[in-house]
């Protein structure tokens, strides 16, 4: 897939205002500072499509993105750490969970985990939340420039064990990127592409 036109659309912190055109939504998602803005704008090839910022917990709403005019790319605010005040950070927990419970238009969930870290029982949990709720989801390791081969996949297999450890049957899909050297937008891209052509064909 060749990404032609991105689009900011719309950015809230209600489901009921998110876009309403029947379209394609992948949404993007992670702790705090795992780079997805970084990956976002390389996915897009677009630098300040999504904000980056040193500052974790930056992203604070539903980011609607409309991509090649025919998929929306959605930007959720990160879990885990963010200087933010408590009460802020429930208001995050709760309209992101309203959003996965109720938009009807969501088709795939990337979850973004730094490939640098061992298993995080808050990244686990929350795949865990979207098993339990049927969400389908698919894992990005980012910043893979940081790390060898060799370190990369011993901590994708110890991210494999802890999941089918005793939560689920099956490791799910997953990719591995880099925002540095572009490594997994193709991949990543051509994932999209494919559910695109399966729910434009009725099949999803």
């Known amino acids: 897939m060749q990404i032609k036109s991105a689009e900011f659309i719309i950015s809230n912190s209600e489901v009921s205002k998110c876009p309403t055109e029947k379209l394609p939504e992948y949404a993007f998602i992670g702790r705090s500072n795992v780079g997805k803005s970084s990956l976002i704008n390389m996915l897009t090839g677009r630098n300040k499509l999504a904000k980056t910022s040193g500052t974790p917990g930056k992203t604070q709403l539903i980011n609607h993105f409309k991509i090649n005019k025919n998929w929306f790319l959605v930007d959720l605010p990160g879990y885990g750490y963010a200087r933010v005040s408590k ?46 709720n049927e969400i389908p989801f698919a894992i990005i390791f980012t910043k893979t420039d940081k790390l060898k081969p060799k370190a990369i996949t011993q901590n994708i297999a110890k991210y494999e064990a802890a999941m089918l450890k005793d939560r ?37």
Do not use: W
């Open 87 to 132: 009460t802020t950070k429930k208001e995050f927990q709760s309209f992101i969970t309203d959003y996965f419970k109720q938009r009807k238009e969501l088709v795939c969930t990337f979850v973004l985990v730094d490939s640098r870290h061992t298993p995080q029982k808050i990244d686990v949990d929350f795949m865990e939340f979207l098993a339990e």
């Open 168 to 204: 689920f049957e099956y490791f799910p899909t997953y990719f591995t990127s880099s925002s540095a050297n572009k490594n997994g937008k193709n991949d990543i891209l051509n994932f999209i592409e494919t559910i695109n052509n399966d729910f434009y064909a009725g099949n999803l």
